[in-house]
C-alpha cells in the first residue's frame, strides 16, 4: 500500500544499513472512504410516486490516521502542515483501488497529538476532499431545463398504471429493533429499480406494479441485507440487517526499536466475549469483533506486560498498538 501526497510518501520503513535498526517509519491506519450522489426529488401533484433527478456525484472524502517517527519526523509534520495551510489542491497518488481516479485533493481537516513519551513521535489524523477545477458554464435557458423536468414528470404520471399499490418497507436493528434512519434502500423489480432514503421512522414506501421484487439495504455498521417479496401481498415488511463485524488488528512492537514482536500473546475481553490472539511475524494479529467496549492486555516473552487498556471498537478497520518494554535482568 502506498499514499503519497505531493512529494510526501505517508507509508515508509527506513532501517540503518549498518545495524539494522529503524530509522524512520511513516505509516497510516484507520483508512475510511465516504462517496455520495446528489439526488433531487420532483413532488408531482396527483401523481402516486414522485420523479428523481441525479445531478452527479459529490466530491470523494478520504480520512485516515497516520503517525511520523524517526529523526525526520518533525520535518516530516512541518512539510504536511505547509500544505495543509497553503490551502492549494495538492497531488494524491495511491495504489487504493477505491481511491486510484482521485489525483488532486485539497486538504480540509489536520489534527496533530505530540506522543511526548515517545522520543520523535508524532500522530495525527487528516481529511482530504477531492479538487476538480471549476467547469465553464455552459449556457442554457432555464426554461427549457424546467420544460424538460416537466415533460419528464408528465410522461411518468400518464404511465403510472391504476394497479400499482403503495408497499411500505422500515429498516430496524436486529437487537433493540430501534428504526434505522437515512438508510440507502433499493428496490429491483422487473418493471425498474427505485433508489429511496429511509425517513426519521425508518420507513421507504414506494407504489409499486404487481410482481416480483427484491428490497437491498445498506445500512453503516449493517452488512448488506437483500429480502425479496411479491405484489400484490403484505403492504408492509420489515428488514433487519445484521451488524457488521469490524476486522480488528493489533500491533505489537517493541518500544525501544519499533520492531515488531512475535508471537507476543494478546487477550481481548468484552461483552460480546473472550478472545486470546498471537502475533504473526510481522508482529500483528487480527480478529473480527463486534462494535462495543473491549480491555485489551499485551504480553510476550522476556517483555513487561501492558495493559488493560479500554478500546471502543467502531467503523470497519480499527486498530490497537502496543509498545512492549525489556524486563530488567537482575
Not at 419528464?152 to 400518464?158: G, L
Not at 407504489?207 to 403484505?234: D, H, M, R, T, W
Amino acid at each position: 500500500m502506498s499514499i503519497e501526497i505531493d512529494d510526501l510518501a505517508l507509508i515508509k520503513h527506513e532501517r540503518d544499513p549498518d545495524t539494522g535498526a529503524t530509522k524512520e517509519i511513516r505509516s497510516v491506519y484507520n483508512i475510511a472512504i465516504s462517496e455520495k450522489r446528489r439526488i433531487v426529488e420532483h413532488r408531482i401533484p396527483g401523481m402516486k410516486g414522485n420523479v428523481l433527478q441525479d445531478l452527479g456525484r459529490e466530491p470523494v472524502r478520504i480520512s485516515f490516521d497516520g503517525i511520523f517517527h524517526g529523526e525526520t519526523a518533525k520535518d516530516d509534520l512541518k512539510n504536511l502542515r505547509a500544505k495543509f495551510k497553503a490551502g492549494e489542491p495538492v497531488s494524491l497518488l495511491s495504489n487504493l483501488s477505491d481511491i486510484a481516479e482521485v489525483t488532486k485533493v485539497l486538504i480540509e481537516e489536520l489534527n496533530v497529538v505530540d506522543l511526548s513519551r515517545v522520543t520523535n513521535t508524532y500522530k495525527y489524523s487528516v481529511v482530504l476532499r477531492e479538487y476538480a477545477p471549476p467547469q465553464e458554464e455552459k449556457e442554457e435557458s432555464p426554461t427549457s431545463q424546467q420544460q424538460e423536468a416537466e415533460e419528464e414528470a408528465q410522461k411518468k404520471s400518464d404511465e403510472a398504471s391504476e394497479s400499482a399499490e403503495p408497499v411500505k418497507l422500515q429498516i430496524v436493528d436486529p437487537e433493540t429493533e430501534e428504526p434505522l434512519k437515512n438508510v440507502p434502500v433499493k428496490i429491483v423489480g422487473e418493471q425498474g429499480e427505485y433508489s429511496l432514503t429511509t425517513d426519521e421512522n425508518g420507513y421507504v414506501e414506494q407504489n409499486l406494479e404487481p410482481g416480483k421484487y427484491k428490497a437491498i439495504a445498506e445500512a453503516p455498521g449493517y452488512e448488506k441485507v437483500e429480502q425479496e417479496f411479491v405484489v400484490p401481498g403484505s403492504k408492509e415488511h420489515t428488514v433487519s440487517p445484521k451488524k457488521e463485524l469490524a476486522t480488528l488488528a493489533v500491533e505489537v512492537t517493541e518500544g525501544a526499536t519499533h520492531e515488531p514482536v512475535k508471537d507476543a500473546t494478546v487477550r481481548i475481553s468484552g461483552d460480546k466475549g473472550d478472545y486470546t490472539l498471537r502475533t504473526d511475524g510481522k508482529g500483528v494479529a487480527e480478529q473480527k469483533l463486534e462494535p462495543g467496549s473491549y480491555a485489551f492486555t499485551a504480553e510476550a516473552l522476556g517483555y513487561k506486560t501492558e495493559g488493560p487498556i479500554e478500546y471502543e471498537i467502531s467503523g470497519p478497520s480499527p486498530s490497537v498498538s502496543f509498545l512492549l518494554s525489556r524486563k530488567r535482568r537482575d
